[in-house]
């Protein structure tokens, strides 16, 4: 049986000894140059970090491990946290096992539940979110055994620990808010006989004993799972662990970016532009009316929701994935109707008006409109959703961290002056060779 820790524990001396030959080896081998666009750009497109946990190639999407995300969708979350720690998918026993952890470890200490309730009622979800994770920081076993002087080479240990009890703990959690927030009665408790997505879904007390938003939680968990290190989040929270501070800390902070506008907060967005659609039409409009109404959307200065993307330029397959799971369970849904007609319409559109440098969808031009249907009507609760996956890959990626020693993360910044500076001297120098 593949136990877990024990794939881990004889991989990172093995995994070290590789880097630290290479370093020793390569160690000034240039493998990025940076660009002024690029260092006022936000980096776009350095390669400065390693990240093996996924890859985002710009045409063919999400590799979890290397495997394409289009041949995981009928996978459990669980074995893709598995797979997103170790590189391989669990066999039965190895997932039996996580599984019985994840359900031993999912138990919410009660002043959680007392410091969401004492939140202003307009609190958003994700501050609800973040909140409640780091009430939770006292508890990081991390940051206990640190200060006893824990091994470097346990790092890892401890970080699994707490990663693996915030993991456990996050949809009781989100499942809570939702409830909460939006007054939907009590909480509902954890079934330890229903797998992690399943008891996520039964837990937020929607479409209940439906099928089919089970199946939808499932693949909603799997398809946000990881993208990645250098989007918003995952990079927040990589830095924020580079300082050992413990998962509790980075990934609140990672998820505190994961609720801007121009990342996780996407889907509530696209699903509120979806509504106006249907607001200012009374229907679904045919495509000339849908074209008119995207450009009125450009001309305003306002960018498509759910389109576009800062390393992707194909079509999503995670958007595919949603949009088929809507062709075969909602095909008559309105929301699910805008979102298919967008889908022909806005990339032409964006084409044309020739700024995006990727006119196709990204994850979260059609998920909300699948969460609305079965019942998941607050929009403000959807990067909650996105949270809890991503919550996976930003967890995997912060034990391999720690397992390969990583340090400190402090890139160097340069003043305007400088940056002038530099351009100045590369160009006499230039000039005084030709
Ligand atoms: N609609 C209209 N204009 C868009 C656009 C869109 N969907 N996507 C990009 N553009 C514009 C940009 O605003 C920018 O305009 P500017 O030069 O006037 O500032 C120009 O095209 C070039 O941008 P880019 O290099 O193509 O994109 P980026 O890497 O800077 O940003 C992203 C990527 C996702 C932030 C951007 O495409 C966007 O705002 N999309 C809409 C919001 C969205 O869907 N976000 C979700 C991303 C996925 C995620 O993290 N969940």
């Excluded at 989007?231 to 924020?240: D, G, K, M, W």
């Excluded at 340090?407 to 230039?430: F, M, N």
């Amino acid at each position: 049986m593949a136990n877990l820790r024990e794939i881990l524990r004889a991989r990172f001396p093995e995994h070290w000894e590789e880097i630290r030959q290479l370093i020793r080896e390569q160690g000034d081998t240039t493998i990025s140059e940076v660009t002024v666009r690029q260092a006022y750009g936000g980096m776009r497109g350095v390669k400065a970090l390693v990240c093996n946990t996924s890859y985002v190639d710009p045409d063919k999407g999400l590799f979890v491990r290397g495997i394409p995300i289009g041949d995981l969708t009928d996978r459990l979350p669980e074995e893709i946290l598995f797979l997103l720690l170790t590189g391989e998918l669990p066999d039965a026993g190895g997932l039996s096992t996580l599984q019985d952890e994840l359900t031993m470890r999912g138990v919410v200490p009660s002043y959680v539940w007392d410091v969401l309730e004492a939140m202003p009622e307009d609190s958003h979800p994700m501050a609800m979110l973040s909140m409640a994770i780091i009430s939770m920081q006292r508890e990081s076993v991390f940051k206990l055994k640190y200060e006893a002087g824990l091994a470097k080479s346990e790092f890892w240990l401890a970080a699994l620990d707490d990663g693996l009890t915030l993991l456990a703990r996050l949809p009781i959690i989100a499942a809570a808010i939702f409830r909460l927030r939006y007054k939907r009665g009590k909480r509902i408790l954890p079934n330890p006989n229903l797998d992690y997505g399943a008891n996520f879904a039964n837990m937020l007390g929607v479409s209940e004993g439906d099928d089919r938003f089970t199946k939808l939680v499932r693949l909603y968990l799997v398809l946000h799972c990881d993208h990645e290190g250098g989007n918003v989040s995952a990079f927040t929270s990589r830095v924020v662990g580079s300082a050992l501070s413990d998962i509790y800390y980075s990934l609140s902070a990672g998820l505190n970016g994961l609720a801007g506008p121009l990342h996780g907060l996407a889907n509530q967005t696209s699903l509120k532009y979806i509504q106006s659609i249907l607001d200012a039409f009374g229907k679904v409009p045919n495509d000339k009316e849908l074209e008119e109404f995207i450009w009125a959307t450009l001309k305003t200065g306002r960018v498509i929701p759910g389109y576009g993307h800062a390393v992707l330029r194909k079509t999503d397959p995670r958007f595919s994935a949603f949009l088929e799971f809507g062709k075969e369970h909602c095909p008559d849904d309105p929301i699910f109707q805008v979102v298919d007609r967008m889908f022909k319409i806005v990339p032409k559109v964006l084409k044309e008006h020739g700024k995006a440098k990727n006119p196709w969808p990204n994850v979260d031009a059609g998920s909300g409109s699948l969460l609305f249907h079965f019942g998941l009507d607050m929009f403000d609760f959807y990067t909650v959703m996105f949270a809890v996956s991503r919550a996976m890959g930003i967890v995997s990626q912060s034990v391999l961290a720690r397992g390969l020693m990583a340090p400190i993360i402090r890139p160097k910044t340069i003043t305007d002056e400088t940056l002038r500076k530099i351009i100045k001297e590369k160009t006499s120098a230039k000039a005084n060779k030709s």
